[in-house]
T-cell receptor, first 114, second 113 residues
């Protein structure tokens, strides 16, 4: 079955540290890839998306992600995190033939300390 | 701005009760979805709908049903609530022209006692 894995469940960083959150999926076909963020008490928001073209995607708030097809990965990065980046981050994938059904990873809880 | 509104932010029900969770979107979206969010499990798709009166099962439909009588409204029904249905329920909508971009509501935290 197609699945999405986020191996880091909890990450704690100090402000200004660099961030990389892993996302892998199991499927050999065409995919659409997303990262969503959920700040405490707020609804899910789209950070960035990849459909096709340049595999390095830039999103809001200084986040970026790189699609590496050979590794079935779509890792999220930010060079320097801020306290306000404390949130839960979800990777999500649409698999070919799946309509608009998003399959989510289990999420990574990021805490940024001052 | 797209607005997806879920009628209740918090809901407490008793085991065996019939529960209705309502979701309304104001952007004439064809597609609507119900997810549940549980710690450590992420979001899991319960049901979705691509059109009025149309529904399809997601990954975890057992114990749930849905209703889509009007385009803007998508209801999730727990026929007989159980304690393992205690969860955060998220509604989302999208339209085909936007690509697979979902807009989420704020969620309903349901507690079944």
């Amino acid at each position: 079955a197609q699945s999405v894995s986020q191996h880091n469940h909890h990450v704690i960083l100090s402000e200004a540290a660099s961030l990389e959150l892993g996302c892998n999926y199991s499927y050999g076909g065409t995919v659409n890839l997303f990262w969503y963020v959920q700040y405490p008490g707020q609804h899910l928001q789209l950070l960035l998306k990849y459909f096709s073209g340049d595999p390095l995607v830039k999103g809001i708030k200084g986040f970026e992600a790189e699609f590496i097809k050979s590794k079935f990965s779509f890792n999220l990065r930010k060079p320097s995190v801020q306290w306000s980046d404390t949130a839960e981050y979800f990777c999500a994938v649409i698999f070919t033939g799946g309509g608009n059904k998003l399959t989510f990873g289990t999420g990574t809880q990021l805490k940024v300390e001052l | 701005d797209v607005k997806v509104t879920q009628s209740s932010r918090y809901l407490v029900k008793r085991t065996g009760e019939k529960v209705f969770l309502e979701c309304v979107q104001d952007m004439d979206h064809e597609n609507m979805f119900w997810y549940r969010q549980d710690p450590g499990l992420g979001l899991r798709l319960i049901y979705f709908s691509y059109d009025v009166k149309m529904k399809e099962k997601g990954d975890i439909p057992e114990g749930y049903s849905v209703s889509r009588e009007k385009k803007e409204r998508f209801s999730l029904i727990l026929e007989s609530a159980s304690t393992n249905q205690t969860s955060m329920y998220l509604c989302a909508s999208s339209f085909p022209g936007s690509g697979p971009l979902l807009f989420f509501g704020s969620g309903t935290q349901l507690s079944v006692l």
